[in-house]
């Protein structure tokens, strides 16, 4: 395995975001033009709740070095619910990362509505931040799934 | 083997300007299935449209990947283009690289490589694709109104006058609400009684209008076009058929002392009442929890003067149930309670009173007939001071952290009418800012200034104090010339905050509506959709949704009539077609997914199944009701057995997009 010691570690990180207020958020802050890193790449789901945390094993199987869950304020949910069972669902889940050694840095819920376009970019750039600083993540990833 | 287009957009420089565009299209050109990658300039344009659809008919295409703009904004617009070109319209995808990438990167090549990325994971996603149909759902032809205030009577006639049958439910013996209780209305200071009692009137005498007062709404079930809702009439202990309102029965009554709930408490009705005089439906009520008769069995003078024999002391609640296509939400607001103001001395003073109980002490219904007097001795008073923003724009729990957006204009109208018809009567008002946004608003409040030289001080009050002698004692600051002031009013008057009404959020529940930390309803949209809730078919008319006064409230109320006869008008509505589905051959029928389901889209039935013996069995699956289900994916992750899926946004699809992107 090569790894080039002079270029900066770039994390490759996979945001899921509600249709109704993370993605619109996203938008926001692009309309606006509040720059966040390259690194995050966005995937638009209906709600937060639609996340199953298969996607996010998923995720850092196949090599990401950090995942976060954007949905709307609790009690602000499109669907009503959707982000109660998201925030009880993922705090399950990422203890158990924790426990296998998936950092809690590498693992986010955040609540951004759709009018919050400058707390969404700041969450990236700060979620980038703290992701670089860990590192690559090799604890779940597949080796067999790295790109040649 | 699938045959996918894919289109790159430069959005003008919107995007060519940081992402490479060629290259992007030249890359996605190289993804397995590919069949034809372009760019072009204005995809959305009518000729980026035409490319579109003339590459899907040429190449024969089964998926479509544009790399534009964020599928919030156009996705509809490719959806329609594809579907004009045979096209089924839920196999196009969104790459959004406009607002998650060339607007919020600098880099050129770091911004291509994303959007490569991004539409990497499009093209994966399309690939599972299915085509989807949207079933449609009949509407019934009926509204609901759920509150009988001015939001709820002006929806309601707008509704009746398109011609479609209007039911509006009230909890109290009669419609009107809050306007009812005010005596003028800023800033034409004409008399809230004489505009809204026509209203009234008209909205009784409406051949499509039901008015169901005193009742509730207890139960809702259905989705939009076809809701069934259960309204309970409260028991009256009277025969509203054979009522006349003749008021005989509130005259003899020998139970006089029941705090009058309309006078806000200032004076007393009877037991047996009629709430005002131009009460619509005029008719009596007994307040079981005054009356003799209903309470220990001894009294009947209201039966026995009754002439039509209207009085029913075994009325019992009865229940309604009836279908609607579309339901309007007018619930409207209180005042706050000021028990936690101590500092205000509202519960241990008399003559400190509310703005809303000023209203009724100044209204010619009112307790004293029109003539301000101080509640503790009927005396005039002499020197009232206004304390602003009692409640609202607080940060500590015991407030409101909004604006009330009306006292300051009522505030100035009190003080205004005040100076009007006393002269002697010194007026302060006690203000953090003075909020005027409004025709007409500004020139209003500065006649109460100019004009009528109310005293407008900067600051807050920060005790009042009653005093042996009658008079009270009113500290405060005034920030402006930086000093402490005391003064001896007559009357303390607080505009307290408004929020809204206390039913509405076990009624947001049933309606499976939004409501945001303050508990009023939150629209689908700030600006594009103010009165439509995010539940299809639910709509939103006055302050449930916000605090406003009379003409925001009225232009909210036709405004949500229009939404709802836009609905009634269809006889058949197009369903989401993006929901959840579960594979019977696997459910266990766990019932895990119908627990998660905040719409109650999810049933349970016994299916015969073959079994690989040759034999048939009785099975216990889920079905999703697709006119029920919105799509949220809550019971996909809920499901033990991973059978539950949701169209458009499937398991797979979500998976081979995490693939793409980690690749």
């Known amino acids: 395995m090569q790894v080039n010691e002079n270029k900066e570690f770039e994390p490759l990180i996979v945001a899921f975001c509600c249709n109704w207020c993370s993605y619109a958020g996203a938008d926001l802050s692009g309309t606006n033009r509040l720059n966040y890193p390259t690194n995050v790449k966005i995937i638009r789901v209906p709600c937060s709740c639609r996340v199953n945390p298969m996607f996010i094993l998923r995720a850092f199987q196949r090599g990401a070095d950090g995942v976060i869950l954007c949905g709307c304020h609790p009690g602000d949910c499109h669907y009503t619910s959707g982000n109660y069972f998201t925030r009880r669902r993922m705090t399950l889940l990422f203890s158990m990362l924790d426990f296998l050694g998936i950092e809690r840095d590498r693992t986010r819920v955040e609540w951004v509505s759709a009018a919050e376009g400058a707390k969404f970019a700041a969450t990236m750039n700060e979620f980038t931040e703290a992701v670089k600083k860990l590192g690559p993540n090799r604890r779940l990833e597949d080796l067999r799934c790295r790109k040649q | ?663």
């Open chain 2, 1 to 663: 083997m699938q045959r996918i287009g894919v289109f790159v957009c430069h959005c003008g420089t919107n995007i060519a300007a940081t992402v490479d565009v060629k290259t992007v299209a030249e890359a996605l050109g190289h993804e397995p299935g590919v069949v034809i990658s372009q760019d072009y300039q204005y995809m959305c344009s009518e000729s980026g449209q035409n490319l579109v659809k003339n590459a899907i008919k040429e190449h024969n295409l089964t998926g479509v990947v544009i790399c534009s703009c964020s599928p919030r904004m156009h996705e509809n617009t490719f959806r329609k283009a594809a579907a004009a070109a045979g096209l089924n319209p839920y196999l196009v995808e969104i790459a959004n690289i406009r607002e998650q990438c060339s607007w919020i990167h600098k880099d050129i090549a770091t911004a291509t490589d994303k959007a490569i990325i991004l539409g990497k994971a499009a093209v994966a996603k399309v690939h599972l694709n299915a085509p989807l149909t949207a079933g449609e759902s009949p509407v019934a032809k009926r509204a609901l109104v759920i509150g009988g205030g001015i939001a709820g009577i002006q929806t309601a006639l707008d509704i009746a006058e398109a011609g479609f049958d209007v039911d509006i439910v009230e909890k109290q013996p009669t419609i009107g609400g809050k306007m009812a209780q005010i005596d003028k209305t800023f800033p034409t200071l004409d008399c809230a009684a004489c505009i809204l009692t026509p209203k009234m009137v008209e909205a009784s005498q409406n051949e499509h209008i039901t008015i169901h007062s005193f009742s509730e709404v207890t139960d809702v079930k259905g989705f939009v076009g076809n809701f069934t809702v259960t309204i309970k009439k409260k028991a009256c202990y009277v025969d509203e058929t054979k009522c006349t309102g003749c008021g005989l029965c509130t005259e003899k009554c020998p139970m006089k002392k029941v705090p009058n709930e309309f006078n806000m408490g200032l004076d007393n009705r009877t037991a047996v009442y009629i709430p005002f005089a131009q009460a619509v439906p005029k008719v009596a009520t007994i307040d079981p929890n005054y009356c003799m008769m209903l309470k220990n069995g001894k009294c009947g003078v209201c039966s026995k003067v009754c002439s039509v024999g209207a009085i029913d002391y075994k009325q019992q609640d009865s229940f309604i149930e009836q279908k609607y296509g579309a339901i309007v939400v007018a619930t409207g607001f209180n005042p706050i309670k000021l028990d936690k103001y101590d500092e205000f001395a509202y519960n241990q003073c008399p003559d400190v009173v509310t703005s809303l109980e000023l209203e009724r002490l100044m209204n010619a219904a009112g307790p004293n007939g029109g003539t301000l007097l101080r509640p503790s001795d009927k005396t005039h008073p002499h020197k009232i001071v206004f304390v602003q923003c009692v409640g609202s724009r607080c940060d500590d729990s015991k407030g409101k952290p909004y604006c009330s957006k009306i006292c300051c204009m009522y505030t100035a109208k009190h003080a205004m009418l005040i100076r009007e018809k006393y002269p002697d009567t010194e007026v302060y008002v006690f203000y953090i800012d003075v909020r005027t946004p409004g025709k007409n608003f500004d020139e209003f409040y500065r006649r109460a200034v100019e004009q009528y030289n109310v005293h407008y001080i900067k600051g807050m009050v920060g005790k009042v104090t009653p005093r042996s002698d009658g008079k009270i004692d009113v500290q405060a600051s005034d920030l402006l010339a930086d000093e402490q002031l005391h003064i001896d009013a007559d009357m303390v008057v607080l505009a307290a905050a408004i929020e809204p009404d206390k039913t509405a959020r076990p009624l947001a529940t049933m309606l499976t509506t939004q409501m945001d930390t303050n508990d009023f309803f939150t629209e689908a949209h700030p600006k594009l959709h103010p009165v439509e809730s995010a539940t299809a078919g639910i709509f939103l008319s006055g302050a449930c949704q916000g605090p406003k006064d009379i003409p925001e409230t009225v232009a909210q109320a036709s405004a949500a009539a229009a939404k709802a006869i836009g609905l009634l008008v269809k006889n058949s509505i197009t369903c989401n077609p993006c929901v959840a589905h579960s594979n019977e051959l696997m459910c266990n029928g766990c019932s895990s997914c119908e627990k998660v389901c905040p719409y109650g889209a999810i049933t349970y039935e016994d299916k015969e199944f073959r079994m690989p013996d040759r034999t048939t069995a009785i099975r216990r699956v889920a079905s999703v009701n697709p006119a029920v289900c919105q799509g949220c994916g809550a019971c996909t992750v809920a499901c033990p057995s991973g059978v539950m899926d949701l169209n458009g946004f499937s398991n797979s699809q979500i998976m081979a997009e995490v693939d793409a992107i980690c690749k």
